[in-house]
């Protein structure tokens, strides 16, 4: 790790309220870019604790070992390492090691913008309820783009997700929550924590700073993206085990989802009259919608005005 780099913020503030738990599991270099972005800040946690989840790659543990004898790291940073166990057992590990009222959850191939912990940290010292706080994010790798959670309360987060896994928590919360269900290894694990949290106080909401801080990768193997083909598996796990939250709030939890389901089905249409505009040959998928459109959710209404707008389609 550079000295140089981490020699420029030793003498920044230190949030003494706050330690920064970091999972790690055969991240190679990766995890020296958390370690550092975490060094960087404008206000540093006051402890890093790395929790290795049984990482086997040889260049992996040699830089985790490299990690623990480096000094020109500023702040106190210890390494856990443990049987894998899936991501939520280590996150549950280096969160009961941590000592102080607000803990920072980071993946280790993930990165957070110099002034994260300051920014979130505000939301948190302003408002006792809030539970959780985060950001938007920058994604990078194979996606280049900026995401938008809302954050929100329990009626928010019952359609989806509303906040990323890279947070500040109160870590009272997390063990009257009960922590993360160390049973989900298949994803959606921060969906059901962030639930969790959410039914544990009245008026629970969770925060979002609305400017990109974090530093999402993206991969076309990532854990994130291989737990889309087990979502309503997953989903209808949730619903079961949070069953009081979406019978509270059943109408919240269904016009939610049509909300989303709307969306999507809005960009469709748009993006079939653009390509028909443009006198340009609809995919096999758009030809099939217009054919044999979906019925009873909108579907039959977009093929009816995407029609209507263009007589001949090929």
Same mark, same amino acid.
């Given at each position: 790790?550079?000295?140089?780099?981490?020699?420029?913020?030793?003498?920044?503030?230190?949030?003494?309220?706050?330690?920064?738990?970091?999972?790690?599991?055969?991240?190679?270099? &990766?995890?020296?870019?958390?370690?550092?972005?975490?060094?960087?800040?404008?206000?540093?946690?006051?402890?890093? @604790?790395?929790?290795?989840?049984?990482?086997?790659?040889?260049?992996?543990?040699?830089?985790?070992?490299? @990690?623990?004898?480096?000094?020109?790291?500023?702040?106190?940073? =210890?390494?856990?390492?443990?049987?894998?166990?899936?991501?939520?057992?280590?996150?549950?590990?280096?969160?009961?090691?941590? +000592?102080?009222?607000?803990?920072?959850?980071?993946?280790?191939?993930?990165?957070?913008?110099?002034?994260?912990?300051?920014?979130?940290?505000?939301?948190?010292?302003?408002?006792?309820? &809030? =539970?959780?706080?985060?950001?938007?994010?920058?994604?990078?790798?194979?996606?280049?783009?900026?995401?938008?959670?809302?954050?929100?309360?329990?009626?928010?987060?019952?359609?989806?997700?509303?906040?990323?896994?890279?947070?500040?928590?109160?870590?009272?919360?997390?063990?009257?929550?009960? #922590?993360?269900? +160390?049973? &989900?290894?298949?994803?959606?694990?921060?969906?059901?924590?962030?639930?969790?949290?959410? +039914?544990?106080?009245?008026? /629970?909401?969770?925060?979002?700073?609305?400017?990109?801080? @974090?530093?999402?990768?993206? /991969?076309?193997?990532?854990?994130?993206?291989?737990?889309?083909?087990?979502?309503?598996?997953?989903?209808?796990?949730?619903?079961?085990?949070?069953?009081?939250?979406?019978?509270?709030?059943?109408?919240?939890?269904?016009?939610?989802?049509?909300?989303?389901?709307?969306?999507?089905?809005?960009?469709? +249409?748009?993006? @079939?009259?653009?390509?028909?505009?443009?006198?340009?040959?609809?995919?096999?998928?758009?030809?099939?919608?217009?054919?044999?459109?979906?019925?009873?959710? #909108? #579907? &039959? /209404?977009?093929?009816?005005?995407?029609?209507?707008?263009?007589?001949?389609?090929?």
């Amino acid at each position: 790790m550079e000295s140089s780099i981490m020699d420029n913020r030793a003498e920044c503030c230190i949030a003494k309220d706050v330690e920064a738990v970091i999972t790690s599991f055969n991240q190679g270099d &990766m995890i020296l870019e958390a370690v550092r972005s975490l060094c960087e800040q404008t206000v540093l946690p006051s402890k890093i @604790i790395i929790v290795d989840d049984g990482s086997t790659d040889k260049t992996s543990l040699d830089i985790l070992n490299a @990690i623990k004898t480096d000094t020109t790291i500023p702040i106190p940073i =210890v390494v856990i390492q443990q049987p894998n166990s899936g991501v939520s057992a280590a996150r549950n590990t280096g969160i009961r090691k941590s +000592e102080t009222p607000l803990v920072l959850v980071l993946d280790g191939d993930d990165k957070v913008k110099p002034s994260y912990i300051e920014q979130v940290c505000k939301l948190l010292h302003e408002n006792a309820s &809030m =539970v959780a706080a985060s950001s938007w994010m920058n994604t990078f790798g194979v996606l280049d783009s900026v995401i938008c959670p809302s954050g929100g309360n329990v009626n928010k987060f019952l359609s989806r997700n509303c906040c990323p896994a890279t947070h500040i928590l109160r870590r009272e919360v997390w063990e009257k929550s009960g #922590g993360y269900d +160390e049973s &989900m290894r298949s994803g959606f694990e921060d969906w059901d924590f962030f639930l969790s949290m959410l +039914e544990t106080i009245p008026n /629970a909401h969770i925060g979002i700073v609305p400017e990109p801080l @974090i530093d999402y990768r993206t /991969a076309p193997a990532s854990s994130n993206v291989k737990s889309m083909s087990k979502r309503l598996e997953l989903m209808r796990f949730i619903i079961r085990k949070h069953n009081q939250s979406y019978q509270a709030h059943i109408e919240d939890a269904i016009l939610g989802i049509e909300t989303i389901s709307m969306f999507r089905l809005d960009g469709w +249409e748009n993006e @079939i009259c653009h390509t028909l505009k443009e006198k340009q040959i609809l995919s096999q998928a758009s030809k099939d919608f217009i054919k044999s459109p979906s019925y009873g959710d #909108g #579907g &039959m /209404a977009a093929a009816v005005r995407i029609v209507s707008n263009h007589q001949f389609i090929n």
